[in-house]
């Protein structure tokens, strides 16, 4: 059971190592707790990569650094003296046991835990705020404190999504982007990070970076993609975590789902903006009716 709000300042912690989309798929979350409490000082435990797409007031310490690794241990190890003390802390790991005997050894008193896969078909958002006793918050884009304000007439592209399994392929890709381009005459920017290299193996790439009116974004830094495509009429892309930051950043999204569960993994976004398309066991003859049925929302 959760403790009730007090009226002093308290210090929070959130433990949630993870990829990009998993930190977003956080930031709900993270907002709940805020509310909850919003004298505290929230210290986010996680990625120092995704540091941007935290609010501000959010202070963010990578869970790598050598001070933290005491809270890793398994084998109770003593926290050092100078260990920072928190009044409250929300562990989102598979084995939250250890750490959370950790922090309870360094003077932590209330400790909450979730696991960071629901059990069936469950919204992983839904699942960690049930998981931890709080109300669960409406569908709504994390990421509008980096949005642009300024709207355009392009197609935001990311082809890939860390894994072969998990990416539409690049023929089918094409298909859609070329159909969104028809009814909509808007030009195109795809964006590629380190994770994507797989896909210039396939026999479609050439024909994909071939596309009229396609800019290509090359390893640039969510800052910047954040500074450039906020304002796209519409991106495409497969279950990543430039999916969720593209649908947290307010863009109308058509998501692809080939390997996951789109009742657990999709962007929390309203129902409206997003087409989480379950594409596990489809084929290219459900995509003509899936794109229509989306520009009907987005344009």
Same mark, same amino acid.
């Given at each position: 059971?959760?403790?009730?709000?007090?009226?002093?300042?308290?210090?929070?912690?959130?433990?949630?190592?993870?990829?990009?989309?998993?930190?977003?798929?956080?930031?709900?979350?993270?907002?709940?707790?805020?509310?909850?409490?919003?004298?505290?000082?929230?210290?986010?435990?996680?990625?120092?990569?995704?540091?941007?797409?935290?609010?501000?007031?959010?202070?963010?310490?990578?869970?790598?650094?050598?001070?933290?690794?005491?809270?890793?241990?398994?084998?109770?190890?003593?926290?050092?003296?100078?260990?920072?003390?928190?009044?409250?802390?929300?562990?989102?790991?598979?084995?939250?046991?250890?750490?959370?005997?950790?922090?309870?050894?360094?003077?932590?008193?209330?400790?909450?835990?979730? @696991?960071? !896969?629901?059990?069936?078909?469950?919204?992983?958002?839904?699942?960690? *705020?049930? $998981?931890? #006793?709080?109300? /669960? =918050?409406?569908?709504?884009?994390?990421?509008?404190?980096?949005?642009?304000?300024?709207?355009?007439?392009?197609?935001?592209?990311?082809?890939?999504?860390?894994?072969?399994?998990?990416?539409?392929?690049?023929?089918?890709?094409?298909?859609?982007?070329?159909?969104?381009?028809?009814?909509?005459?808007?030009?195109?920017?795809?964006?590629?990070?380190?994770?994507?290299?797989?896909?210039?193996?396939?026999?479609?790439?050439?024909?994909?970076?071939?596309?009229?009116?396609?800019?290509?974004?090359?390893?640039?830094?969510?800052?910047?993609?954040?500074?450039?495509? @906020?304002? !796209?009429?519409?991106?495409?892309?497969?279950?990543?975590?430039?999916? *969720?930051? $593209?649908? #947290?950043?307010? /863009? =109308?999204?058509?998501?692809?789902?080939?390997?996951?569960?789109?009742?657990?993994?999709?962007?929390?976004?309203?129902?409206?903006?997003?087409?989480?398309?379950?594409?596990?066991?489809?084929?290219?003859?459900?995509?003509?009716?899936?794109?229509?049925?989306?520009?009907?929302?987005?344009?």
């Amino acid at each position: 059971m959760r403790e009730v709000r007090g009226h002093t300042s308290s210090k929070i912690l959130i433990v949630r190592p993870g990829a990009l989309g998993d930190t977003i798929l956080t930031l709900p979350l993270v907002e709940s707790i805020r509310r909850e409490h919003p004298r505290a000082r929230i210290t986010f435990l996680g990625s120092r990569a995704y540091r941007d797409v935290l609010p501000h007031e959010i202070e963010l310490v990578p869970f790598d650094g050598p001070e933290w690794l005491w809270l890793f241990a398994a084998d109770g190890q003593a926290a050092p003296v100078e260990a920072p003390h928190f009044d409250r802390a929300y562990v989102i790991l598979k084995h939250p046991d250890p750490m959370a005997g950790n922090l309870r050894a360094a003077g932590t008193p209330h400790i909450y835990t979730a @696991s960071p !896969a629901p059990e069936g078909p469950c919204h992983f958002v839904t699942h960690l *705020h049930l $998981a931890l #006793g709080m109300p /669960v =918050p409406p569908r709504l884009p994390s990421l509008l404190h980096l949005a642009q304000p300024r709207k355009e007439d392009l197609i935001w592209i990311h082809p890939g999504s860390g894994a072969p399994s998990k990416c539409l392929p690049l023929d089918l890709l094409i298909l859609v982007v070329e159909m969104l381009q028809r009814r909509t005459g808007y030009r195109a920017v795809m964006t590629l990070g380190e994770d994507d290299a797989f896909l210039t193996a396939s026999a479609q790439w050439t024909r994909l970076i071939r596309l009229p009116r396609l800019e290509i974004l090359d390893g640039r830094s969510l800052p910047d993609l954040a500074a450039i495509l @906020s304002g !796209a009429a519409i991106y495409v892309g497969n279950d990543s975590g430039i999916s *969720h930051f $593209a649908a #947290g950043l307010g /863009v =109308p999204s058509l998501v692809f789902f080939v390997a996951t569960d789109p009742a657990v993994w999709a962007p929390w976004v309203p129902a409206e903006q997003l087409c989480a398309a379950d594409f596990r066991g489809r084929d290219a003859t459900t995509l003509i009716p899936l794109i229509e049925q989306f520009l009907q929302r987005a344009v």
